[in-house]
């Protein structure tokens, strides 16, 4: 059974970093594309960043120069760097696996993912 399970977040003031961490397990493959995405109250989910399996980043302009995605290939473990943190940045972070077009546009994922993490909560104050 393949799994994401994301861990790392975590209430930070803002200006502050936090890393974020999603290690799957039960895959037969490397996925071709991982991302992490966000959901915050009474807002729709959104793409945060994508890396696929040529090390292609994709960053939301709200978040370029501030976060950083990353992976570890041998344990298939995607990361997240979140510096300079806004209080705009308060959301569920959820962890996707996906085919190679969610790399090439991230509003894909509303047609349909093909794993998600449970997310892990993000909270910055200001």
């Known amino acids: 059974e393949v799994q994401l399970v994301e861990s790392g977040g975590g209430s930070v003031q803002a200006g502050g970093s936090l890393t974020l961490s999603c290690a799957a397990s039960?895959?037969?493959?490397?996925?071709?594309?991982m991302g992490w995405f966000r959901q915050a109250p009474g807002k729709e989910r959104e793409g945060v960043a994508t890396l696929d399996s040529f090390g292609v980043t994709s960053y939301a302009d709200s978040v370029k120069g501030r976060f950083t995605i990353s992976k570890d290939n041998a344990k298939i473990t995607l990361y997240l760097q979140m510096n300079s943190l806004k209080p705009e940045d308060t959301a569920v972070y959820y962890c996707a696996a996906d085919k190679v077009y969610l790399c090439r546009d991230r509003r894909v994922w509303r047609s349909g993912v093909d794993y998600w993490g449970k997310g892990t909560q993000v909270t910055i104050s200001s």
């Open positions: 039960g895959f037969t493959y490397s996925p071709n594309c």
